[in-house]
């Protein structure tokens, strides 16, 4: 179940995630229009639907939670890419980083508050 959204997930939105993979949610939200697309099984899933929808490339950022932990992560090989000066998996600016967790914890204040 892949849900776009530009507003919080629903309580049974978010149940509706959890079904692929149990204990994570794999997120990609583009932090520049405050869209966020979950339950893919691979991240470039949303990133394509948001590059469709016509997001900027350098705006699109890929993560997920651990719904065990309510931990968020930054990881995704979507976000190796060397033109945006991020070499790795993990989102290497803080100021990216730290829109990408706002933006989640808005998006899964459901879970997360």
């Not at 959890?18 to 697309?37: A, G």
Request: aromatic share 10%; proline share 2%; hydrophobic share 35%.
């Amino acid at each position: 179940m892949i849900i776009t959204k530009s507003e919080p997930f629903t309580k049974n939105e978010i149940d509706g995630l959890k079904e692929m993979f149990k204990v994570y949610i794999k997120t990609v939200i583009d932090i520049e229009n405050k869209i966020c697309i979950a339950g893919m099984n691979m991240h470039f899933e949303g990133e394509k639907i948001l590059l469709e929808q016509g997001s900027k490339q350098s705006n699109i950022w890929g993560g997920g939670i651990d719904l065990e932990t309510s931990e968020i992560d930054f990881n995704s090989f979507i976000n190796i890419r060397p033109n945006d000066n991020n070499l790795k998996n993990e989102i290497q600016s803080e100021e990216i980083k730290e829109k990408y967790k706002k933006l989640t914890e808005y998006f899964f204040k459901e879970i997360l508050s």
